[in-house]
Every structure is written in C-alpha cells, then in structure tokens.
C-alpha cells in the first residue's frame, strides 16, 4: 500500500530554516516526479517545488530559498528551506505522480495521484 508520510515541520522564527521528509513506502521513487504543496487558512493550495529525473522546478516565491532533493535508497524527498518568511506559514504536503516521468515536471496538483497528510510549517517571531 503505497503511502507518504512527512515531518520535519515546526515553529521557527523569520530568517530561520527547516529541513522537511517526505518518505515513501509501498512505491518506488525511481523516475516519478514527486512535488512538494502548500495550504495556508482560507487559501488556495498552492505548489513549491518539485523533482522529476534530473529536474527541479520551483515557485518564483521560494526561488532561491528552498531546495529539492531525493534520496533513492531512502526512497525519500526532502525539502531544505532557508531564509523562512512569515508568508511560508502553511501546511506542506508532499504528492507524487503514478507514471514515470522523464522531463522536467510541473507544480500543477492535478499532476500528482498520491498525498500525504502535510506538516505543519509556521514561521513567526
């Protein structure tokens, strides 16, 4: 039964960083495009970034804070998030795509088949 599963949200102050997990069990990431969303209270759910074979895409704001990455023997992918603003406040989820993907991929949710249940990121002083 495939399932994601992220951590590593939290309270952190303006400026500050967080290190988000998303691992993945039952469905190997080899190739399939993996996203990372993010939902704050009373907005529209909205992408951050993604990685689909040798790519990565990202929103214009969290270009050059947040970084993407994966790690295939852990089957997991992280979201490394720098120079955090009280506009990140939200609830981030991950999602990945069912067919293999073999360009670059797109922050679009109706891309993505399978969610996580999100953690919580707030950011404030």
């Known amino acids: 039964q495939l399932q994601l599963v992220e951590s590593g949200g939290g309270l952190v102050q303006p400026g500050g960083s967080l290190r988000l997990s998303c691992e993945v069990s039952?469905?190997?990431?080899?190739?399939?495009?993996i996203a990372w969303f993010r939902q704050a209270p009373g907005k529209a759910r909205e992408g951050v970034s993604c990685?689909?074979?040798?790519?990565?895409n990202y929103a214009d704001s969290v270009q050059d804070r947040f970084t993407v990455s994966r790690d295939g023997a852990r089957n997991t992918v992280y979201l490394q998030m720098n120079g955090l603003r009280p506009e990140d406040t939200a609830r981030y989820y991950c999602?990945?795509?069912?067919?293999?993907?073999?360009?670059?991929?797109?922050?679009?949710?109706?891309?993505?088949?399978?969610w996580g249940q999100g953690t919580q990121v707030t950011v404030s002083s």
């Open positions: 999602a990945v795509r069912s067919d293999r993907l073999f360009s670059r991929c797109f922050i679009i949710d109706q891309e993505y088949d399978y």
């Open positions: 990685t689909s074979a040798g790519f990565t």
């Open positions: 039952g469905f190997t990431l080899d190739y399939h495009a």
